[in-house]
């Protein structure tokens, strides 16, 4: 076990990949002698050369494009979206084509691809680079969708995305780089599909992903100190999406709350409650509630981008709302 | 001559089409015009290699007029005639190695059919049974293309491909007029000339997509746009079967000897409608395409073989069985295909099923079971 940033684990992981299999190269804007924009990349043209570390010119659409059609021939290129906002210059690559080839050629051709991008607000990027769009890409049968929360995950997920024979958009989170934890030394591949649940509790569920894990297990560890046990599901895969953990864990708690940084209307957090109304509508205490974006293009100015923003506070708000509801006592 | 211009309301009008800014070996008359430069590309075209070549143009257009009769009597939902456009995919396709891979858009039935995909399964894309029903890898040609353009930008990354595993082999994509105003198509040419990818870009300028004529995309000819990118380029009569051959040959060579990308406009004429749900009466003079009809990319090699007495009974005769067995072979392997399994619905999704589907799945399965006969 060593403790690493986000960031490094995801660099850890790309240098394992490309070390293992020669078929595996990065391709992207910026990611070779700029190192990414993020520097998730960094070092890793030095070691492996232009042939494996792909250098582009300016275009989502056109570098998608190019690595579906070497995927097509047995390659597995990795490539990184500078932003999960620029990957709509690239949507029809990705949603009519690596989506969609493998069923389209009967099951003879497959596309292993993977698409590593960040999503998220918080950073004062404005408006058109600050999106949560990856529910569009959940939608789209065809695609896999994962969003590790942690470095640990980070590894796990990636390596297990990359080695997938089905195309993955891989959802990182810009206010998560920097963030550390502890990852397991030596191979590890995560099972894609599979929640987590990442903290034990009893008497509310609150399912996220991504980012909003983090702010999730603070505001759990707060609660806890005044008696309150909150269970966090960390969905880690929105496509495939994993029903069965986080509809267990509302058998246990009989109360959720959905917390994500995507828009209220037709975001995770609707397939999510949909869902737990299905499945386990008997069990429920209280309406399940969600705690979303405010529904804004998310403002420039730092005070209004995070008024615009889910956070703890608003988070726990709910969370004492819902318990009310249910006629929680401790 | 069609003239499409910029403005008609222009007193000065562009001449967009100058037909005889272009690659031709056998005109329209049949008469066969010397050129130093590339004859040396066709040197060993036989009599009866371009016999050969005659024959699959008149057999690809028999399937073609077979397939629009086969639609107008209900057995397809759709097909996109390849009529008048034969000597362009004949004429390239019989250029193209064995290893070469083709990425085509949604017209080249003549493409596949000279790389001896199955004529059950030319047309079971358009009977509406599956999206794609050949294997990639057995004919070296992906399935149709129906999103204008994309599948440039997959030949550039198979391109890429191939120059990452050090082959020597190519890969040609096939696009139309309409395509090259796709932003695909240009960010292909980019992509394709920044890492020298071998990719032969094959526009077939039919002059028409669906209604939207030529000169709609292209204020001058299409083929000048390659060399901005960095990628030479040729116009050639699209509708002369030796001169698409040379110009493919020329463009292959460069390909497979590390010369990169080289783009070929094939300026050819789209006869029939853009697919059998388009009816041209109804944006296209009649005359426009009687002008076509006179340069006939079949009529005019007959038109060379009569001139050289080699227009025998004896020919006419072999292309005529060849033409009607697979003419017959072809809508008896149509009508008589079978129906896809409704459960096969989930198949090929992701390469394995999720828990979402497999339960979609069973659901489905179990209503179907409610129905007597039900699966």
Redesign the interface.
Known sequence: MTELTYRQALNDTLRAELTRDENVYLIGEEIGVFEGSYKITAGLLKEFGPKRVVDTPISEEGFTGVAIGSAMLGLRPVVEIMTLNFSLIAIDQIVNHAAKMYGMFGGRVKVPLVIRTPGGGGQQLAATHSQNLEVWYAHIPGLKVVAPSNPADAKALLTAAIRDDDPVLFLENLGLYNTKGDVPDGEQVAEIGRAAIAREGTDLTVVSYSRGVVTALEVAEQLAGEGISIEVVDLRSLRPLDRVTFCESVKKTSRAVVFEDDMLSYGVGAEISATIGEAVFDWLDAPVRRVAAAEVPLPYAKPLELAAMPDAAALTKVIRETLAASGYRK | MLRSTVSKSSDSEVDLLDDRDFVQLIDADGIRHPSPTIDQWVADVSDAQLADLYEDMVVVRRIDVEATALQRQGELGLWPPLLGQEASQIGSARALRDDDFI?PSYRENGVAYCRGVALDDLVRVWRGH????W???EFRM??PAV?IG?QT??????????L??GADSAVITYFGDGATSQ??TN??M??AA?YQAPVVFFCQNNHWAISEPVGLQATRHISERAPGFGIPSMRVDGNDVLAVMAATRIALDRAHNGGGPTYIEAVTYRMGPHTTSDDPTRYRDADELAEWKAKDPISRLEKYFESKDLLTDELKARVKAKADSVAAEFRAGCIGMEEPTIMSVF?????EI????ERQRSQYAAYLANFEGGE
């Open positions: 990425m599956a999206h794609g029903s294997d990639p890898s992906a399935i999103i994309a930008l997959h030949a550039v990354g198979y391109g890429v491909g191939i990452r595993d932003g695909d960010e292909a980019i992509f920044t198949d090929h999704v992701t390469i999720d828990p979402v589907l």
